[in-house]
């Protein structure tokens, strides 16, 4: 049974830094896209960044565009978010997600397997 663990949430001041950590087991990153998604107190989950399986596509959500950046160690079969210049806005429970799927996707119910989530504060 694939199993995803998420790390490195935390409480971050406006403008500070996070690395999130998604550990993938039971499945190869070479078969499965990755994406990260978040959701925040009263709203619906939303994709933030994704990586294919391939590792050649990556994408972001509009609002992380240039702040955050996706990226994979096939070694150590994780997928790591590196979130930069932090807003409130970004504060949300953060899951790691895998699909097997053709095309990257950004629909909650392409991704099968889920990690259990990590939390993210942003204030002062």
């Known amino acids: 049974q694939p199993h995803l663990v998420e790390s490195g949430g935390g409480l971050v001041q406006p403008g500070g830094s996070l690395r999130l950590s998604c550990v993938v087991s039971?499945?190869?990153?070479?078969?499965?896209?990755i994406a990260w998604f978040r959701q925040a107190p009263g709203k619906e989950l939303e994709g933030v960044s994704l990586?294919?399986?391939?590792?050649?596509?990556?994408d972001y959500a509009d609002s992380v565009w240039g702040r955050f950046t996706i990226s994979r160690d096939l070694a150590k079969n994780t997928v790591d978010l590196r979130m930069t210049n932090l807003e409130p806005e970004d504060a949300g429970i953060y899951y790691c997600?895998?699909?097997?799927?053709?095309?990257?996707?950004?629909?909650?119910?392409?991704?099968?397997?889920w990690g259990q989530g990590t939390q993210v504060t942003v204030s002062s």
């Open positions: 997600a895998a699909a097997r799927i053709v095309i990257p996707s950004w629909l909650t119910r392409d991704y099968t397997y």
């Open positions: 990586i294919s399986h391939g590792g050649a596509v990556t």
């Open positions: 039971g499945l190869s990153l070479r078969d499965y896209h």
